[in-house]
């Protein structure tokens, strides 16, 4: 699983039927202290997050085990939306 900041959306007209009616985000993955690491996701999300959220997201074969994404060609998913993140100093 990864962290990350939806920064916008996907729209596609034309896509796979198995995708239709799942919305696609745009999310920027961070570390956990909040940074951008310079990557981008594609993801599909399965709980309403909004623009600018914190969220978690499943990739690979993870990303098609939820009841929405079971069995469509996906390969990130947006499993939840983060309240806070604690990290221990050590």
Same mark, same amino acid.
């Given at each position: 699983? *990864?962290?990350?900041? &939806?920064?916008?959306?996907? #729209?596609?007209?034309? *896509?796979?039927?198995?995708?239709?009616?799942?919305?696609?985000? #745009? #999310?920027?993955?961070?570390?956990?202290?909040?940074?951008?690491?310079?990557?981008?996701?594609?993801?599909?999300?399965? &709980?309403?997050?909004?623009?600018?959220? +914190?969220? +978690? +997201?499943?990739?690979?074969?993870? $990303?098609?085990?939820?009841? *929405?994404?079971?069995? $469509?060609?996906?390969?990130?998913?947006?499993?939840?939306?983060?309240?806070? +993140?604690?990290?221990?100093?050590?």
């Amino acid at each position: 699983m *990864k962290l990350g900041k &939806v920064v916008g959306t996907v #729209v596609a007209t034309r *896509k796979d039927p198995r995708l239709e009616g799942l919305k696609e985000l #745009v #999310v920027a993955t961070i570390t956990p202290e909040g940074k951008f690491d310079g990557n981008y996701e594609v993801a599909v999300d399965t &709980v309403s997050a909004g623009y600018r959220e +914190i969220v +978690i +997201i499943c990739t690979g074969s993870s $990303a098609r085990m939820t009841s *929405k994404t079971e069995n $469509a060609p996906v390969d990130a998913t947006i499993v939840g939306i983060v309240d806070s +993140i604690t990290l221990d100093e050590k």
